[in-house]
């Protein structure tokens, strides 16, 4: 039986996906293959989105934006896209699933506060993925 395999995306993957693929990654350790794309990846990762994950013990330091690669999108198991603005070509195999994540600052919620209670939004819906999958 293969690794299940999963694809986190967002537009810039510089903070939904980055925190979804690193809180995967804490969470499943090696039972499930996590990666993570960007539609229009930026050049950085987010330092609020990164500071907020070393809050609960996950380091994303050596993280880079990185666009979507077809050859992986086409072997994941699930693509889980964050927020509607990231668009991706469904492609035969892989189950997709969008995650309309929490967004504070639609509420006046902005900085370190706005990315954590992001962070733990993201963590709910990793853990449910994870006893789903793995």
């Given at each position: ?15 939904k ?7 995967m990654?804490?969470a ?11 539609t ?7 330092a ?20 979507i690669d077809?050859?992986?999108?086409a ?14 070509d ?9 995650w309309?994540t929490?967004e ?10 706005r ?16 006893s789903?999958?793995?």
């Open positions: 039986m293969s690794t299940p395999s999963v694809l986190f995306v967002c537009v810039k993957n510089g903070g996906s980055q925190v979804a693929a690193g809180l990654r804490e499943a350790g090696d039972a499930i293959e996590v990666h993570s794309a960007g229009t990846p930026g050049t950085a990762v987010n609020l989105s990164a500071e907020s994950l070393l809050e609960v013990g996950v380091d994303l330091s050596g993280e880079q934006p990185k666009p077809p050859a992986l999108l072997r994941m198991d699930y693509v889980i896209t964050l927020g509607s603005e990231a668009q991706v469904i492609v035969d195999g892989p189950t997709f699933e969008n309309d929490d504070p600052s639609e509420r006046g919620i902005d900085g370190i506060e990315m954590r209670l992001v962070r733990d939004d993201i963590a709910a819906r990793v853990d449910e993925l994870v789903r999958i793995g």
